[in-house]
Every structure is written in C-alpha cells, then in structure tokens.
C-alpha cells in the first residue's frame, strides 16, 4: 500500500506570496491532518480534515487555511507569506478521525525569503 | 490546556545499552490519549505507540517498552540493547477531545556503535 505522499516536497517563496501544498493520504484514510514543525516551535498541530469537513483546528492565524476533497486529498494554503512561515509542513492520515494513529508523509520544506 | 514536558534534550548511549525517555504530560481532562512517535533523519515520523488514560497496564513490544504511571502523569518509553537503527528524536504526544494533540519538544537519541 502507498504511504502518504506530499508535493512538492521543497519550495522556495518571497515573502508576501501564497503557497499552496498538496498531500496525498494512505488509499483508505479519510482523515488528514497537517503539522507545522520549526527548529523553534517544534511540532505543532494546524488542522484535521475527515470526510471534507475540519474537525480540529490548531492556534494559527487565518493565513493558514486547508481543505479536503471527495477522494481524501488534501491541500493547505498560506497566504501573505512570512518569514516565520520557513519550516517543514508534514500532513498525515489515518482512517479515523482524531485517532492520530496516523501515517506520515515525508513532508514539504517551505523556506521564505 | 495540555502540556508535556520531555526534559531530555539529547541522549547518546552505546549500542546494545538500554535507554529510557521520559515524558510527563499535564491534563485536566479526564479522558484522554498519550502517543509516542519517532522522526529518524530521514524526517518522517513513525507512530511507535497510543495509550489511552484507562489502561495503565505497561506494554512490551519486542525491544520496546512502555510505562504509564497516571498517578505521577509519566509515560516513559525503554528501549533495550539499543541499536544504531534506534538513533531518532522521539515525541511524546497527549491528546484529548476537549483539546488537541501537542507534542513535546523531543528527545534526540543517538546510538553509537
């Protein structure tokens, strides 16, 4: 069985710009979660998606947004680019929501400038 | 709120040592889901275990272990006759319903040969 993919796996933005990051779930898996992990802040939670729907939202502002699709993919936009936004954004699935007994994905490297 | 502390930055032992890393958690919930993952360098975080808070009974699962104390809010992870393949920053991660998933700042482990 595939794992969890994500695209692009790096991606260089000025600052100001939007991005937007595309992750694929293990075939089956319906929710999706994603993370936002920084030398400083370390891991921390963004959102879950299940079924096309947010279940779970973590403290970021409403630069970052998400979605799902009918088929479980899912994809995170950041708008208006910061520096701080530079870091490693893993998305994991998992068949149940808010199990996270989730599956990673490689994750995508987001750096800023 | 949540929170949880792994107070070991970084742990380097030789092969073949056993190691043990600590992790305690604050909750005022009184349901809730303790996890621990690990992130090897190749960046991907490998769900190692999920413990939920009514069962304290500790688990063995080959070369791994595990042991939930609710009355000292300690989930501590041992790794006996550690191998070079263990070297990792491991995450302790409580979660529950009324909050969400934080993960600690990690324990870098490294086994030297």
């Known amino acids: 069985k595939a794992g969890v993919t994500q695209t692009p796996r790096y991606l260089i933005k000025t600052r100001g710009q939007q991005v937007t990051l595309s992750c694929s779930p293990i075939?089956?898996?319906?929710?999706v979660s994603w993370y936002q992990q920084t030398p400083g802040q370390g891991l921390q939670f963004l959102f879950e998606?299940?079924?096309?729907?947010?279940?779970n939202k973590g403290n970021f502002p409403g630069r970052f947004s998400g979605r799902q699709f009918s088929n479980s993919r899912s994809e995170m936009n950041v708008s208006t680019l910061e520096l701080g936004d530079s870091a490693l954004y893993l998305c994991a699935s998992s068949f149940r929501d808010r199990s996270y007994e989730q599956y990673f994905g490689p994750g995508t490297r987001l750096t800023v400038t | 709120a949540q929170k949880v502390t792994q107070a070991q930055t970084e742990i380097s032992v030789v092969e073949k040592e056993d190691v043990t890393l600590d992790c305690v958690y604050e909750?005022?919930?009184?349901?809730?889901?303790l996890f621990w993952y690990k992130q090897p360098p190749s960046g991907e975080l490998v769900f190692l275990i999920r413990r939920n808070s009514f069962d304290e009974q500790n688990e063995i699962s080959g070369r791994y272990s595990w042991n939930f104390q609710k009355s000292t809010s300690s989930f501590n992870f041992t790794i006996t006759a550690s191998q070079v393949v263990d070297s990792a920053v491991y995450f302790c991660a409580p979660y529950s319903s009324a909050s969400k998933i934080i993960f600690g700042s990690g324990t870098r482990l490294s086994i030297r040969p």
């Open positions: 998606y299940f079924s096309e729907t947010q279940r």
């Open positions: 909750t005022r919930d009184t349901t809730y889901y």
């Open positions: 075939s089956g898996h319906r929710s």
